[in-house]
C-alpha cells in the first residue's frame, strides 16, 4: 500500500465521542488488501450521480477513499470525509492530498451549499442517527443528488453467515427497512427520491454482501477481518465461527448455502441505493 502520508496532508476537525461499530484504526492497516471498488456498485453510483465534469462531491464516510477515487476517475472534483484518520489518511495517495477531511457524519464541518452532490457508501449502519445524518446532508448540498448505498433490512434476509457468529445479528437501527428510510429522506428535505436493489456480480469489494457470493472468501478470516460486524465479536465467537465455516467449506455444505443465498438475493436484493433530490 505504499508509504503512509504524513499528517499535514489530512485536515483534522472535531468529532463526536459517540461509540460505532468496527474498530477502523485497526482495519485500515488491511483494508486495502480485500476491499476495493466494486464495478457493480460503480456503475449505479456514477448512473445516479450523472455527469461528473466541474461539479464538486463530497464522500460522507468515504474510508480508504475506493469509490472515491473511482468517481474522480469520472471526472468528479472529489472531497473525501471520514472520521477515522487512519482511513482516510490511505486515500492521499489515490485522490492527491489536499481532498481529506476527518469529520464526523453528524456534523459536517462544511458550509451550507458547498457540495453539488453527496454520497455515502457502506457506511449508514456506522452512522446511527441518520436522521440527522441526512440533515447534515441536505443542508451541504446544492441541487443533488445524494446518492446513498446502504444494506437495508430487505437486503439481509439472506445473509446466513451470522449463524456462524452468535451476537453479531444485525439490528433494525443499523438497518432499517428501505420504506422507512425512503421515508426519512423526504421529511429531511428531500422531495424527489428513487431507489434500486442490485446483485453484487464481483467480489471486488469483500464486504459481507459480496462475500456471500464466494464460500472460499466468506470462510477466510482475511476478509472477514475487513468487515465490521466481525470486529464486533469477542474472539472466542470468531474462532468458533472460522472452525465452523472451514469445516462445511470441507464439506460442501458451505458451497450449496452460497448459491441458496444467491438466488433469495436476486428477490430481495444484496443491497439498495437511494438517489435524492431536493
Known sequence: MGATPSLDTVRSVTTSSAPRPGNYAEQARTYDLTRGASPT??????????EAPGR????????????????????FDVVIMDVELEMVRRSVPKLGPGRQVVGDALVLPFRDRTFDSVMMT??????????RAFGEVRRVMRDGPFVLQTYAEENLRHAFVF???????STDEMHPPADRIEEWLREDGFARVERETYVYLDTA????QALHTDAYRLAGPAYLRNTSFFQRLPEEIRREGLRKLAEDLRSGVLEERVKVAFQEAIRTG??????AWP
Open 56 to 75: 464538486k462531491l463530497l464522500d460522507v464516510a468515504g474510508g480508504t477513499g475506493n469509490y472515491t477515487q473511482a468517481m474522480q476517475a469520472r471526472g
Open 205 to 208: 469489494d469483500g464486504n459481507l
Open 163 to 169: 449463524e456462524y457468529f452468535p451476537g453479531a445479528e
Open 122 to 131: 457502506q457506511a449508514m449502519h456506522l452512522v446511527l442517527d441518520h436522521r
Open 270 to 275: 444484496h443491497g439498495t441505493v437511494f438517489s
Open 41 to 50: 456498485l460503480v456503475r449505479l453510483l456514477a448512473k445516479y450521480l450523472g
